[in-house]
C-alpha cells in the first residue's frame, strides 16, 4: 500500500469519527427539541409546578436555576480570581503550589453528587442551612471553583510574557501590571470562561438535590423583601432548579402530563445552555474588539 | 574532559582589554562592578565590569548565549525573579543593586525596551499615558503634551496623530516598536535599555530605528545589545565585546571595529565566528 492509500484510507477514517460524534451529538439535540419545543408557551415558562394536576410549568424553577447560578458566580468568580491571579501571576513553583494545583484537579474530578453529598452534611445540616438556596450556591461553588480557577489561569497564560515585561519595564508594580496591562487583555477570555462555566452549573443537577433541595414552594414575584419566605429573593427557602425538576419529574412524577413536562424543561434547558454558549463566542469577540481597538 | 571549571578558568586567563571611561575623562552615570548572573546553579555572567558614559550610545555585542542580554537585563533589574544577580550597579553613585532600593522607581529611570514590539492591548494614546496616569498625571492638556512629544522623539507622531484612539495593536512592527521607545521615554528615564530592538523589524523600519536612536541620544543615555555589526557600528559612540559570560574588550567603537586588542574580537568583528 503506497502513502497516498494510506493517507486517503487515514482520512476516511477521521471524517467518519468526526461524522459519528456530530451525528450523536444532532441526534440528541434533535431528540430532545423536537420533543420538548410543542410544550414551550409563556405560560409553561412562567406558571408554577403542578403537583398532580395538568398544566403545571416551570417558572418558579427556571427563576430558581438563574438566581442560584448568580449568587453561585458571585461567590465563586472572586475567589477563582484571586486563586488565578496567585497561581499564575505570584506563586513560584514550589511543593506549595504543586499542592493547590493538585487539590484543584482532584476537586475538579470530584463527582458532583459527591459534593452534593458533601454540602448535604456540612452547609445543611453542620451550618444548618437547611435545604436553601444559600446551600445550594455553596455547593455548587466547590463544583465550580476548580474549573473556574482553572480557565481563568488559562486566560492569564494567553497573554504573552512580553506584556508582563512590557509593564514592569515602565516602573509599574507587578499588581499594577496585572490589573492594569494582564486583566483587561485577558478580560474576553476570562469571560467566556465564565459563561461557560455557568452553562455547567445551569445544568447541574446531582450537586443540588440535596442541598437546595427537591421543593419549590410558590412564589410572590411582587414581593422583592429578601427576608419574607415567599420573595424571590429569600436566599433561605428550598429551591428545585430546572435539572433538578426534571430528574424529580422522571424518578416520582404523578401528574398527568409529567412526560410532557420533563421534555419542555428539558428543551428550556438545552436552550438556555445553547445561548450561554453562543452568548460567550459573541460577547468574547466583542469585548476583544472594543477592548483592543477603542 | 573538560568541566565547566576549567573553561572558567580558560577564560579567566584570556587577554582583556576593557577600558576605563572614567579614566578618559567621560561622565559616567552607571557602572557595574563584580557583576555576577546566576540562573540557579548556572553562571551566566561572570564578570561584567563596565562603565556607561553620559549621552552616549553604548553597544553590547558577542555571539548569542554570551551574556550581553543577561547583562542588560539586569541593569534595570528585570532579572529580578529569574535569576541572582551579585555585584554593584552603581546609577548616579547609588548602588540599585540592593534590597533597599525601590525597584519600580529605579526602571522608571532606567527605562527598557524589547526584541520583540510588546505594545499593550489598548490605544496608541492609552499606550503611553496610562503609566502616566498610574503615576498621578491626570491633567489632560499636560497628558496630551506628553504624549504627542514622545511620539514626536520616537518619530511616530506624524504617522498615527490621527489615529491616537485606534488599538496599538494594528500598527505596523516598525512603528510599534517605535511606540514603545515613546511609551518608555514618556515616563522621563535617564537611560534607555535596548534588547535587540531591530531584530524582528525589516530593513526600512531598522534604518527609521537608528535614526531614532541617534536623535534621542541628545537626551537619554543608550545601551543596545545587538547582533548586527553594522548596526552597533552605525550608531554607538561604544562597544562592548562579550563571550562566554564575560565583557573582553570595551573600547570606542572605531577602536573595536577597526583595531580589536583582542583576538576573539578581532575574530568577531570580522566575521570568523560567532
Redesign the interface.
Known amino acids: 500500500m503506497n502513502s497516498k492509500t494510506q493517507n486517503k484510507i487515514a482520512i476516511g477514517a477521521l471524517y467518519g469519527i468526526a461524522g459519528f460524534v456530530v451525528l450523536i451529538l444532532l441526534a440528541l439535540l434533535g431528540y430532545i427539541l423536537v420533543s420538548g419545543m410543542p410544550q414551550l408557551s409563556w405560560h409553561f415558562l412562567t406558571a408554577p409546578a403542578k403537583a398532580f394536576l395538568k398544566g403545571g410549568g416551570v417558572g418558579v424553577q427556571l427563576f430558581n436555576s438563574f438566581y442560584l447560578l448568580f449568587l453561585a458566580m458571585l461567590i465563586s468568580f472572586p475567589i477563582a480570581l484571586g486563586a488565578a491571579i496567585y497561581l499564575y501571576e505570584y506563586a513560584k513553583d514550589n511543593w506549595l503550589t504543586t499542592t493547590i494545583r493538585t487539590a484543584i484537579e482532584i476537586l475538579s474530578s470530584l463527582p458532583s453528587v459527591v459534593v452534593g453529598l458533601f454540602g448535604f452534611l456540612f452547609f445543611v445540616v453542620k451550618l444548618r442551612l437547611g435545604f436553601s438556596i444559600l446551600s445550594g450556591a455553596f455547593a455548587l461553588t466547590f463544583f465550580n471553583l476548580p474549573l473556574l480557577t482553572r480557565s481563568i489561569e488559562d486566560s492569564l497564560r494567553t497573554i504573552s510574557e512580553t506584556q508582563r515585561e512590557g509593564g514592569l519595564a515602565l516602573g509599574l508594580s507587578r499588581w499594577e501590571t496585572v490589573t492594569k496591562v494582564i486583566l483587561p487583555a485577558a478580560v474576553p477570555s476570562i469571560l467566556t470562561g465564565v459563561i461557560l462555566s455557568a452553562g455547567r452549573v445551569f445544568g447541574e443537577a446531582a450537586a443540588l438535590i440535596y442541598t437546595a433541595g427537591q421543593s419549590a414552594p410558590a412564589l410572590n414575584f411582587m414581593d422583592w423583601n429578601p427576608f419574607n419566605i415567599s420573595s424571590p429573593l429569600n436566599p433561605m427557602r428550598p429551591a428545585e432548579t430546572l435539572a433538578v425538576h426534571i430528574w424529580k419529574i422522571n424518578s416520582e412524577g404523578i401528574m398527568p402530563d409529567a412526560k410532557a413536562i420533563s421534555s419542555g424543561s428539558s428543551a428550556v434547558l438545552v436552550l438556555a445552555i445553547l445561548i450561554f454558549n453562543f452568548a460567550a463566542r459573541y460577547l468574547g469577540k466583542r469585548l476583544y474588539k472594543r477592548l483592543t481597538s477603542a | 574532559m573538560l568541566t565547566s571549571n576549567d573553561v572558567r578558568n580558560e577564560s579567566a586567563m584570556q587577554e582583556r582589554h576593557v577600558t576605563q571611561l572614567s579614566a578618559v575623562g567621560e561622565e559616567i552615570i552607571l557602572s557595574t562592578r563584580n557583576l555576577h548572573v546566576f540562573y540557579g546553579q548556572h553562571e551566566a555572567l561572570f564578570e561584567g565590569d563596565l562603565e556607561f558614559a553620559n549621552h552616549k550610545i553604548t553597544a553590547l555585542i558577542g555571539p548569542s548565549g554570551s551574556g550581553k542580554s543577561t547583562f542588560l537585563r539586569s541593569l534595570?533589574r528585570?532579572n529580578d525573579r529569574i535569576a541572582t544577580v551579585t555585584g554593584e550597579i552603581m546609577y548616579r553613585g547609588v548602588d540599585v543593586n540592593q534590597p533597599a532600593i525601590d525597584v519600580?522607581?529605579?526602571?522608571?529611570r532606567v527605562?527598557?525596551?524589547?526584541q520583540?514590539p510588546?505594545?499593550?492591548?489598548?490605544?496608541i494614546y492609552?499606550n503611553i499615558a496610562?503609566?502616566l496616569q498610574?503615576?498621578g498625571v491626570t491633567d489632560r492638556h499636560q497628558l496630551d503634551e506628553i504624549v504627542e512629544t514622545s511620539l514626536k522623539q520616537a518619530a511616530l507622531w506624524e504617522q498615527v496623530k490621527d489615529d491616537l484612539?485606534?488599538?496599538a495593536?494594528?500598527l505596523s512592527g516598525g512603528q510599534a516598536q517605535r511606540l514603545?521607545i515613546a511609551?518608555?521615554i514618556a515616563?522621563k528615564p535617564d537611560i534607555l535599555l535596548l534588547d535587540e530592538p531591530a531584530s524582528a523589524l525589516d530593513p526600512v523600519s531598522t534604518s527609521q530605528l537608528e535614526d531614532t536612536l541617534l536623535d534621542l541620544k541628545q537626551k537619554y543615555t543608550i545601551i543596545i545589545v545587538t547582533h548586527n555589526m553594522q548596526q552597533a557600528a552605525r550608531i554607538s559612540d561604544y562597544t562592548a565585546f562579550f563571550n562566554a559570560g564575560r565583557v573582553l574588550e570595551y573600547d570606542t567603537t572605531s577602536q573595536i571595529f577597526t583595531n580589536p586588542q583582542v583576538k576573539i574580537t578581532s575574530d568577531y568583528v570580522s566575521g570568523n565566528f560567532g
Open positions: 534595570n528585570m519600580y522607581e529605579m526602571r522608571r527605562g527598557m525596551v524589547f520583540r510588546n505594545p499593550f492591548a489598548k490605544s492609552d496610562f503609566a498610574l503615576r484612539n485606534k488599538s495593536l494594528a514603545c511609551r518608555a515616563v
